[in-house]
């Protein structure tokens, strides 16, 4: 991860089906097998050159996910007019799918952050160290990964106008609790726990 952080710009895709849209048809630019999976990982130039795609495999990598040492030693051997800054103008991005869920009106998005937790000898919770995560799953492989001291996983909860609202107790003061009504409490416990991805 320190790698990653140090010597690329992380960027987030949406890409529940053929987007249409800048994101899209950037995804389409270069994944050309369109793999539509959940947490994949490329290694691709603002150009839209892959950086991870190895003869016999998908263009953008397909179900594999990318080796950031190797994406970056491909990235020094382009040639400098390639990797100087501003090569590429990349714009912001104006217009979404329409077809893509939009945020309610009046309602509010949370960012959230969890972890595997376990609980110590003295029975009280604590930040698990070592954590074990399937990568790949396919008809003929397994492949389990050991990750040492993961950094917390990364949500984002959207609450509607009535969830947010019944949050909020009709005369509020210091020291008072009430149960957390339970619509409210799946979109903020249980679902981002469930969805999460070490």
């Known amino acids: 991860m320190a ?35 959940t947490g994949a990982a490329h290694g691709v130039t603002p150009s ?11 263009s953008c990598g397909g179900r594999r996910v990318c080796d950031p040492v190797k994406a970056f030693e491909k990235w020094k051997a382009l040639p400098e007019e390639e990797r100087r800054r501003g090569a590429v103008e990349v714009g912001d991005l104006k217009d979404l ?20 937790l376990e609980r110590g000898e003295d029975g009280r919770l604590r930040r698990v160290k070592e954590y074990w995560d399937c990568q790949e799953l396919s008809a003929d492989s397994v492949n389990w990964k050991k990750f040492v001291d993961p950094e917390p996983g990364r949500t984002w909860v ?24 339970e619509a409210a409490a799946a979109r903020l416990v249980r679902l981002p726990i469930l969805n999460t991805i070490y």
């Open 3 to 37: 790698f990653i952080k140090a010597r690329f710009i992380p960027v987030v895709i949406t890409v529940h089906g053929a987007c249409k849209d800048a994101e899209g048809e950037f995804w389409k630019s270069f994944c050309r097998d369109y793999a539509w999976i």
């Open 48 to 58: 839209g050159k892959v950086l991870c795609a190895e003869p016999g495999r998908s």
């Open 97 to 116: 799918d329409p077809a893509f869920p939009r945020r309610p009106e009046g309602s509010l998005l949370l960012k959230g952050y969890n972890r595997p």
């Open 158 to 181: 959207w609450l509607s106008r009535e969830q947010w609202r019944a949050l909020v107790p009709a005369d509020p003061r210091a020291g008072l609790s009430f149960p957390v009504p």
